[in-house]
């Protein structure tokens, strides 16, 4: 099984700052890597595949980089209703989600 | 529109059956790798299992020989008959479509619990 291992647990922002995850997996998941946003009492929703398209809908302000076992999803200047946990996603083999990040308000 | 709405989750004793449904609409289920996706309280996502728009059927460690993924396509649905529940299997069960989940129902909810 591929683990994928998210950092930080929690990040600390202040609305309009640029906000940094990381996601690294196990082993090499190619470019097969998702990222989903997950707000309290809602269902994840798709932010970026491929470890860099964004999703239809997704505003431009979130873009993700990275291949093999490194991975980051960026938030250029967060708003109000970024504020939510992310989980990255590999579906290279099977799927595995890593444990998630939590972006609140600083 | 696509649509995924799950229906069948509640409570059960430990050792028990539940059968959960997911009613696609939108798009055809056929045509589509669809998943289950489990979250216990407070917890992160797990994979539950997965089935092929060929009908080939994968399941976690964690549920195999207990959960059996299926469809419909008459109905453009998908269900989980989960057996033997434990209490470890509490969770938000949520379908999602494709293999990168670009589409998730609201999610139904099971707990295991004498």
């Known amino acids: 099984e591929i683990v994928m291992t998210q950092s930080p647990a929690t990040l600390s922002v202040s609305p309009g700052e640029r906000a940094t995850l990381s996601c690294r997996a196990s082993?090499?998941?190619?470019?097969?890597l998702a990222w989903y946003q997950q707000k309290p009492g809602q269902a994840p929703r798709l932010l970026i595949y491929?470890?860099?398209t964004r999703a239809t809908g997704i505003p431009a302000r979130f873009s993700g980089s990275g291949s093999g076992t490194e991975f980051t999803l960026t938030i250029s200047s967060l708003q109000s209703e970024d504020f939510a946990v992310y989980y990255c996603?590999?579906?290279?083999?099977?799927?595995?989600f890593g444990q998630g990040t939590k972006v609140e308000i600083k | 529109e696509v649509q995924l709405v799950e229906s069948g989750g509640g409570l059960i004793q430990p050792g028990g059956s539940l059968r959960l449904s997911c009613a696609a609409s939108?798009?055809?289920?056929?045509?589509?790798?669809m998943s289950w996706v489990r979250q216990a309280p407070g917890k992160g996502l797990e994979w539950v299992s997965v089935?092929?728009?060929?009908?080939?059927?994968y399941y976690a460690d964690s549920v195999k020989g207990r959960f059996t993924i299926s469809r419909d396509d008459s109905k453009n649905t998908v269900s989980l008959q989960m057996n033997s529940l434990r209490a470890e299997d509490t969770a938000m069960y949520y379908c999602?479509?494709?293999?990168?989940?670009?589409?998730w129902g609201q999610g139904t909810l099971v707990t295991v619990s004498s």
């Open positions: 999602a479509r494709g293999y990168r989940a670009d589409y």
């Open positions: 939108g798009f055809t289920v056929s045509s589509n790798y």
């Open positions: 089935i092929y728009s060929g009908g080939t059927t």
């Open positions: 082993q090499t998941v190619s470019s097969s």
């Open positions: 491929g470890a860099s």
């Open positions: 996603q590999q579906y290279n083999n099977w799927w595995t």
